[in-house]
Protein backbone atom coordinates (compact mmCIF):
# COMPACT_ATOMS: atom_id res chain seq x y z
CA UNK A 1 0.00 0.00 0.00
CA UNK A 2 1.02 3.54 -0.59
CA UNK A 3 -0.10 6.73 0.17
CA UNK A 4 -1.85 9.49 -2.19
CA UNK A 5 0.04 12.52 -0.46
CA UNK A 6 3.71 12.13 1.28
CA UNK A 7 4.27 15.53 3.56
CA UNK A 8 8.00 14.82 3.91
CA UNK A 9 8.51 16.98 7.02
CA UNK A 10 6.29 18.01 9.99
CA UNK A 11 6.67 18.03 13.88
CA UNK A 12 3.87 16.38 15.34
CA UNK A 13 5.91 15.67 17.69
CA UNK A 14 5.31 19.60 18.65
CA UNK A 15 3.84 20.52 21.67
CA UNK A 16 1.46 22.48 19.08
CA UNK A 17 -0.68 19.13 18.30
CA UNK A 18 -0.99 18.11 22.44
CA UNK A 19 -4.12 16.86 22.88
CA UNK A 20 -5.29 16.57 19.07
CA UNK A 21 -2.44 14.09 17.98
CA UNK A 22 -5.43 11.48 17.37
CA UNK A 23 -7.51 14.56 15.74
CA UNK A 24 -4.15 14.83 13.28
CA UNK A 25 -3.79 11.21 12.41
CA UNK A 26 -7.27 10.65 11.58
CA UNK A 27 -7.47 13.65 9.16
CA UNK A 28 -4.32 11.84 7.37
CA UNK A 29 -5.91 8.67 6.90
CA UNK A 30 -8.79 10.18 5.75
CA UNK A 31 -6.61 11.97 2.69
CA UNK A 32 -4.65 8.79 2.80
CA UNK A 33 -1.46 11.03 4.22
CA UNK A 34 1.94 9.83 4.74
CA UNK A 35 4.43 11.93 7.00
CA UNK A 36 7.65 12.49 7.97
CA UNK A 37 7.73 14.01 11.71
CA UNK A 38 11.07 15.18 11.97
CA UNK A 39 13.57 15.66 15.48
CA UNK A 40 15.15 18.84 16.23
CA UNK A 41 17.15 17.24 19.10
CA UNK A 42 17.98 14.43 21.41
CA UNK A 43 14.19 14.46 23.53
CA UNK A 44 11.73 15.15 20.14
CA UNK A 45 14.04 12.91 18.32
CA UNK A 46 13.03 10.21 20.73
CA UNK A 47 8.96 11.64 20.36
CA UNK A 48 9.43 11.11 16.80
CA UNK A 49 10.14 7.48 17.00
CA UNK A 50 8.03 7.34 19.46
CA UNK A 51 5.29 8.70 17.26
CA UNK A 52 6.62 6.57 14.36
CA UNK A 53 5.95 2.93 16.58
CA UNK A 54 2.87 4.00 17.63
CA UNK A 55 0.91 4.81 13.83
CA UNK A 56 1.56 3.39 10.74
CA UNK A 57 1.03 7.02 8.37
CA UNK A 58 3.83 7.90 10.46
CA UNK A 59 7.97 7.78 9.81
CA UNK A 60 10.65 9.73 11.74
CA UNK A 61 14.06 11.63 10.95
CA UNK A 62 16.18 11.84 14.40
CA UNK A 63 18.90 14.82 14.25
CA UNK A 64 20.36 18.46 16.05
CA UNK A 65 18.94 21.27 14.75
CA UNK A 66 21.48 24.29 14.08
CA UNK A 67 19.89 26.66 15.57
CA UNK A 68 17.94 24.56 18.75
CA UNK A 69 21.19 24.00 20.36
CA UNK A 70 23.64 25.78 21.83
CA UNK A 71 27.04 23.67 21.80
CA UNK A 72 28.63 21.72 19.06
CA UNK A 73 27.77 18.19 20.64
CA UNK A 74 26.12 15.36 18.85
CA UNK A 75 26.10 12.12 21.05
CA UNK A 76 26.23 8.95 18.65
CA UNK A 77 25.43 6.58 20.59
CA UNK A 78 22.40 8.16 21.69
CA UNK A 79 21.58 8.81 17.90
CA UNK A 80 22.82 5.54 17.31
CA UNK A 81 19.92 3.61 19.53
CA UNK A 82 17.25 6.03 17.84
CA UNK A 83 18.18 5.40 14.00
CA UNK A 84 18.49 1.85 14.54
CA UNK A 85 14.54 1.14 15.47
CA UNK A 86 12.11 0.91 12.77
CA UNK A 87 10.67 3.51 10.50
CA UNK A 88 13.57 5.94 11.00
CA UNK A 89 14.19 6.95 7.25
CA UNK A 90 16.79 9.89 7.84
CA UNK A 91 18.78 12.38 10.09
CA UNK A 92 18.26 15.28 10.69
CA UNK A 93 16.58 18.80 10.77
CA UNK A 94 20.50 19.13 11.16
CA UNK A 95 21.99 22.22 8.31
CA UNK A 96 23.30 25.49 8.60
CA UNK A 97 20.97 28.69 9.74
CA UNK A 98 23.00 31.71 9.93
CA UNK A 99 19.88 33.72 9.60
CA UNK A 100 19.51 34.33 13.47
CA UNK A 101 22.80 35.26 13.49
CA UNK A 102 25.83 37.97 12.47
CA UNK A 103 27.39 37.86 9.54
CA UNK A 104 30.60 37.74 10.92
CA UNK A 105 29.93 35.59 14.07
CA UNK A 106 32.74 32.86 12.59
CA UNK A 107 32.39 31.25 15.76
CA UNK A 108 28.96 30.32 15.43
CA UNK A 109 29.38 29.39 11.67
CA UNK A 110 32.19 26.95 12.59
CA UNK A 111 30.20 25.38 15.59
CA UNK A 112 27.33 25.21 13.36
CA UNK A 113 29.41 23.14 10.48
CA UNK A 114 30.69 20.97 12.96
CA UNK A 115 27.95 20.24 14.35
CA UNK A 116 26.43 19.35 10.75
CA UNK A 117 29.51 17.67 9.48
CA UNK A 118 28.93 14.93 12.72
CA UNK A 119 25.99 14.42 11.82
CA UNK A 120 26.06 14.09 7.81
CA UNK A 121 29.22 11.82 8.79
CA UNK A 122 27.30 9.79 10.93
CA UNK A 123 23.90 9.46 8.29
CA UNK A 124 26.80 7.96 5.88
CA UNK A 125 27.78 5.58 8.08
CA UNK A 126 24.02 4.53 9.20
CA UNK A 127 23.25 4.95 5.42
CA UNK A 128 20.08 7.14 5.14
CA UNK A 129 19.86 9.96 3.70
CA UNK A 130 19.73 13.46 5.25
CA UNK A 131 17.30 16.23 6.15
CA UNK A 132 18.70 19.07 5.94
CA UNK A 133 17.67 22.65 7.28
CA UNK A 134 19.49 25.43 5.24
CA UNK A 135 18.65 29.43 5.79
CA UNK A 136 20.71 31.99 4.37
CA UNK A 137 23.74 29.67 4.42
CA UNK A 138 23.72 28.19 1.07
CA UNK A 139 27.05 28.87 -0.55
CA UNK A 140 28.46 27.20 2.93
CA UNK A 141 25.97 24.07 2.73
CA UNK A 142 26.96 23.37 -0.93
CA UNK A 143 30.93 23.61 -0.08
CA UNK A 144 30.20 21.07 2.26
CA UNK A 145 28.30 18.92 0.46
CA UNK A 146 30.95 19.32 -2.47
CA UNK A 147 33.57 18.28 -0.85
CA UNK A 148 31.83 15.53 0.75
CA UNK A 149 29.99 14.09 -2.16
CA UNK A 150 33.64 13.70 -3.75
CA UNK A 151 34.67 11.50 -0.78
CA UNK A 152 31.51 9.50 -0.37
CA UNK A 153 29.59 9.37 -3.50
CA UNK A 154 26.39 7.87 -3.46
CA UNK A 155 26.12 7.09 -0.31
CA UNK A 156 25.56 10.99 0.52
CA UNK A 157 21.97 11.62 -0.48
CA UNK A 158 18.98 13.79 0.69
CA UNK A 159 16.51 16.57 0.81
CA UNK A 160 16.88 20.57 1.04
CA UNK A 161 13.70 20.90 3.12
CA UNK A 162 11.32 24.33 3.33
CA UNK A 163 13.66 25.32 0.11
CA UNK A 164 12.91 29.51 -0.91
CA UNK A 165 16.04 29.52 -2.76
CA UNK A 166 16.31 30.34 -6.11
CA UNK A 167 16.84 28.61 -9.68
CA UNK A 168 20.62 28.79 -9.27
CA UNK A 169 20.97 27.82 -5.98
CA UNK A 170 18.19 24.76 -6.65
CA UNK A 171 20.26 23.61 -9.95
CA UNK A 172 23.73 23.00 -7.31
CA UNK A 173 21.76 21.03 -5.08
CA UNK A 174 20.44 18.92 -7.92
CA UNK A 175 24.08 18.70 -9.42
CA UNK A 176 24.68 16.96 -6.07
CA UNK A 177 22.00 14.79 -6.03
CA UNK A 178 19.69 16.42 -3.93
CA UNK A 179 16.30 17.51 -3.92
CA UNK A 180 14.06 20.05 -2.91
CA UNK A 181 10.98 20.12 -0.79
CA UNK A 182 8.52 22.82 -1.00
CA UNK A 183 6.37 24.32 1.76
CA UNK A 184 3.12 26.48 1.90
CA UNK A 185 4.54 29.53 0.84
CA UNK A 186 3.97 28.34 -2.34
CA UNK A 187 0.47 28.86 -1.50
CA UNK A 188 0.70 32.48 -0.47
CA UNK A 189 3.69 34.12 -2.80
CA UNK A 190 4.90 34.15 -6.51
CA UNK A 191 8.53 33.92 -5.37
CA UNK A 192 9.00 30.48 -5.80
CA UNK A 193 6.87 30.06 -8.80
CA UNK A 194 9.71 29.73 -11.05
CA UNK A 195 11.93 27.47 -9.43
CA UNK A 196 8.89 25.33 -8.50
CA UNK A 197 8.24 25.30 -12.30
CA UNK A 198 11.95 24.69 -13.44
CA UNK A 199 13.06 21.73 -11.14
CA UNK A 200 12.86 18.34 -12.73
CA UNK A 201 10.40 16.17 -12.21
CA UNK A 202 12.28 13.91 -9.73
CA UNK A 203 13.99 15.92 -7.35
CA UNK A 204 11.30 17.71 -5.79
CA UNK A 205 8.99 16.79 -2.65
CA UNK A 206 6.35 18.32 -0.85
CA UNK A 207 5.94 19.37 3.35
CA UNK A 208 3.28 20.94 5.59
CA UNK A 209 6.63 21.94 8.24
CA UNK A 210 3.67 22.11 10.72
CA UNK A 211 2.51 22.95 13.33
CA UNK A 212 4.22 26.35 11.33
CA UNK A 213 3.53 27.87 8.25
CA UNK A 214 0.22 27.08 7.15
CA UNK A 215 -0.89 26.97 3.18
CA UNK A 216 -3.88 28.77 2.06
CA UNK A 217 -6.50 28.95 3.06
CA UNK A 218 -5.59 27.90 6.35
CA UNK A 219 -2.74 30.65 6.43
CA UNK A 220 -2.65 31.89 10.38
CA UNK A 221 -3.85 28.87 11.73
CA UNK A 222 -1.97 26.19 13.54
CA UNK A 223 -0.46 23.82 10.25
CA UNK A 224 -1.39 20.02 10.55
CA UNK A 225 -0.34 17.20 7.54
CA UNK A 226 -3.92 17.62 6.23
CA UNK A 227 -2.98 20.51 4.67
CA UNK A 228 -0.06 19.18 2.45
CA UNK A 229 -3.29 18.71 -0.30
CA UNK A 230 -3.17 22.18 -0.40
CA UNK A 231 0.50 22.80 -1.22
CA UNK A 232 0.54 19.84 -3.80
CA UNK A 233 -2.40 21.51 -5.57
CA UNK A 234 -0.20 24.71 -5.51
CA UNK A 235 2.29 22.67 -7.03
CA UNK A 236 0.54 20.77 -9.31
CA UNK A 237 -0.58 24.30 -10.56
CA UNK A 238 2.33 26.24 -10.91
CA UNK A 239 3.71 23.17 -13.00
CA UNK A 240 0.45 22.59 -15.04
CA UNK A 241 0.15 19.46 -14.34
CA UNK A 242 -3.25 16.95 -13.58
CA UNK A 243 -2.49 17.67 -9.33
CA UNK A 244 -3.28 13.55 -8.95
CA UNK A 245 -0.83 12.78 -11.16
CA UNK A 246 1.47 15.37 -8.93
CA UNK A 247 0.84 13.62 -6.14
CA UNK A 248 1.64 10.17 -6.96
CA UNK A 249 4.55 11.64 -8.34
CA UNK A 250 5.97 12.90 -5.04
CA UNK A 251 4.70 10.43 -3.49
CA UNK A 252 7.40 7.90 -5.62
CA UNK A 253 10.20 10.55 -4.65
CA UNK A 254 9.80 10.39 -1.38
CA UNK A 255 9.00 6.56 -0.91
CA UNK A 256 12.37 6.03 -3.41
CA UNK A 257 14.74 9.04 -0.86
CA UNK A 258 13.50 7.71 2.12
CA UNK A 259 13.78 4.09 1.30
CA UNK A 260 10.39 3.16 2.00
CA UNK A 261 8.74 0.42 0.04
CA UNK A 262 4.86 -0.30 0.65
CA UNK A 263 4.91 0.53 4.23
CA UNK A 264 7.73 -1.09 5.31
CA UNK A 265 11.41 0.66 5.55
CA UNK A 266 14.29 -1.10 3.85
CA UNK A 267 18.03 0.24 4.36
CA UNK A 268 20.30 -0.85 0.81
CA UNK A 269 23.45 -1.75 1.50
ZN1 LIG B 1 11.20 21.53 10.59
Not at 15 to 36: K, L, P, Q, V, Y
Not at 47 to 61: E, I, R
Not at 110 to 120: A, N, S, V
Request: proline share 4%; aromatic share 10%.
Amino acid sequence: MIPRYFDIHSHLNDDAFSGDIEGAITRMRAGNIWTIVVGTDAKSSQSAVQLGSFYDAVFSSIGVHPSDNKDDHFDEDYFHRLVTMPKVVAVGECGLDYSRIDARDTAEKKRQKYLFERQLEFAIKENKPLMIHCRDAHSDMQAILDAKKREHGDRLRGDIHFFTGDVETAKKYFDLDFSVSFPGVVTFTNDYDEVVRFAPVDRIMSETDCPYVAPLPHRGKRNEPFFITEIVARIAEIRGVDSREMAETLVKNALLLFGIQGGKTETPQ
